[in-house]
C-alpha cells in the first residue's frame, strides 16, 4: 500500500495538538461536588472554555480545507472512523457548555481571558442537576474516546502503513 503524503495545514494540526491537550488537561484538574463553589477549579474552567473556543476554528478549517487522503477505506473502519470523529467534535462543543450550566447551577462565576461570562442557569442549593452528572461522564467519555482516536491512529501508522500519523504532525 503507498504512503499518502498529503498533509492537515499546520493551523489545524496546531490547534488538533493544543485542543488535545486541553482536553487532557481539563480533565486532569476536575473536581466534584459542592466544594468546587468554595474553590472553584478555574484552570479547570479555563481549560474547558478554551477547548470551545478551539473547536470554532478548527470546524471552519475542516470545511475549507478537507481532510487530506488517507487512502481507501472501507465497511467498519469508514463508518467507525466518522462516528468516531463526530462523537469526538459534539463533546469538544458538549462539555463544555454543560460545564459553564453546572457551574451556573451550582453559583460559581466564571470567566474567560478576563471576560465574565454571564450565568446560563439559574443557582439552585443541592445538587446542580443531570447535565452536571452528564458533563462528569462526559469528560471521562470524551478521554476513552481520544485514546481510542489515538490507538487508531498508531494502528494506522504501524499497522496499515498509511502516514495517518504523518498527516497530523507539523514537519
Known sequence: MSVATARYSKTL???HWVTALAVLGAWLTAEGGREVVRNPPLLHFWLGLAVLVLVVPRLILRLVEPAPDGGPQHGWLAIGAKIGHGLLYLLLIALPITGWYAASRMG???SFLGLHLPSIAAPVQGRPGVIAELHENGGTFILILAGLHALMAIW???????GTLRRMSLR
Open 108 to 110: 460559581v462565576s466564571v
Open 156 to 162: 494506522h501508522q504501524f499497522v496499515m502503513r498509511d
Open 13 to 15: 494540526v496546531v490547534i
